[in-house]
């Protein structure tokens, strides 16, 4: 057993024995929010907990406080991450994100999986903290394909349309460093969530194997 899985996983102390914390990541335009909201209409027992992470950046039309994201000025987000309030925290297109601590623990102890979106750096500090987190990552059918959605959303000017476009190539050469890749095909949402409640399923049932010594 390496040090990692013997440290794992102090980072966020008790937990039901059956709850995984599971991240998905993928460059912007991938479809992100919209896996997780195929993922959420479709029904799981006990059901996913899905962590609204903390944003410094400002909300998109439709976007609510506190469902889509915590929407935090930058000096109030910086004081929750420097006193240990923050699993993770990055700063991605020029905007600070991070993840609630205390929501991902109390889920955990509640026994309910951890649905955490979230960036490939934060992804990496979380894996990092927690050994035993299961990482998935989204990619679309091609690099062009991710570009005409990140154009036909409307919700980028065009510079940081072009930083996400960089960004994103960048991101997509990380994906080996996740457990799983996912392509989201066009028109696929429900196809998608249903390989990612495939995988956590499996990741469940090789756990509870090892667990029972088989």
Known sequence: MSEAERQSPDALGSRAADALLVIISGPSGVGKDT???????????????????????????????????????RRDFLAVRDTGGLLEANEVHGNWYGTPRAQVQSALEAGHDVILKIDVQGAQQVKERVADAVLIFLVPPSLETLFARLKA????????????????????????????????????????????????????????SRRAGV
Do not use: K, W
């Open 153 to 208: 959303r409307a919700t980028e000017t065009v510079d940081e349309l072009e930083l996400r476009q960089r960004n994103a190539a960048i991101e997509l050469a990380r994906q080996d460093d996740y457990d799983y890749v996912v392509t989201n095909e066009t028109g696929q949402v429900e196809r998608t969530a249903v390989r990612i409640d495939a995988i956590i399923a499996e990741v469940h049932d090789v756990r509870r």
């Open 35 to 73: 896996i997780i909201e195929a993922l959420q209409r479709r029904p799981h027992d006990p059901d996913y907990h899905y962590v609204v992470t903390c944003t410094t950046r400002d909300p998109r039309p439709g976007e609510i406080d506190g469902v889509s994201y915590h929407f935090m000025d």
